[in-house]
């Protein structure tokens, strides 16, 4: 049995301080699981990743101007590999390049862990802070389990998140305003896929 995840989430999402999480099981599972950190469209969807069924994608904006990520993971049609993607959209941008001193954001973050027949999905807000020093420039938050930490070149963001035992490349814009990351990973027994955005406090 193949396995397809499809939700939809547009427009301004107001940040709260709860978490959510949730916890399921499928009779499928997932095998020769790989990730990637993918160009959304234009209009911030998914781009077709040949997966089983129709309509496979996860999109979390919390700007009405289109600002923010998606991620989506499925078993690949034709084949036997399951896949998860992300990918982030920076819309009007994130400002000026933090340069100095630290700046600290309230970002939302919405992320999916599948693990054998297992899907872990979790939603809430962590508190992220970006440090510019003499040849560091960094960013680290954490918040239910899910550590990120990452690295800054002007308004280039990189660096890593990790849950439940596996770390996902990170990617994503910072700027004095604004902050929108997306990341990907896997395992033996899945994928983690998922972003954060969010407001300079």
Avoid: W
Avoid at 39 to 64: E, R, V, W
Avoid at 115 to 139: C, H, K, P
Avoid at 140 to 169: C, E, K, P, R
């Amino acid at each position: 049995m193949s396995y397809v995840r499809s939700v939809s989430l547009s427009g301004l999402v107001v940040l709260t301080a709860a978490c959510t999480s949730t916890e399921s099981s499928r009779t499928d599972t997932n095998p020769n699981p790989t990730s990637a950190i993918i160009t959304l469209n234009a209009n911030g969807t998914i781009p077709d990743q040949n997966y089983s069924g129709a309509g496979i994608n996860k999109t979390y904006t919390t700007f009405s101007n289109g600002f923010g990520f998606g991620y989506a993971y499925g078993s690949v049609e034709g084949t036997n590999d399951f896949l998860g993607v992300a990918g982030f959209r920076t819309g009007t941008g994130v400002g000026d390049a933090v340069t100095t001193g630290s700046v600290s954001y309230n970002a939302a973050y919405d992320f999916t862990r599948t693990r054998g027949n297992t899907e872990i999905e979790r939603a809430g807000n962590v508190t992220l802070t970006a440090d510019f020093a003499t040849g560091s420039a960094t960013l680290a938050g954490s918040d239910n389990g899910l550590l990120i930490n990452g690295t800054f070149d002007g308004t280039d963001l990189d660096g890593s998140v990790t849950f439940d035992g596996v770390t996902a490349a990170l990617e994503g814009a910072i700027g004095e305003d604004r902050i929108v990351g997306a990341f990907a990973g896997h395992d033996q027994d899945g994928v983690l896929v998922g972003g954060f955005s969010g407001n300079a406090n």
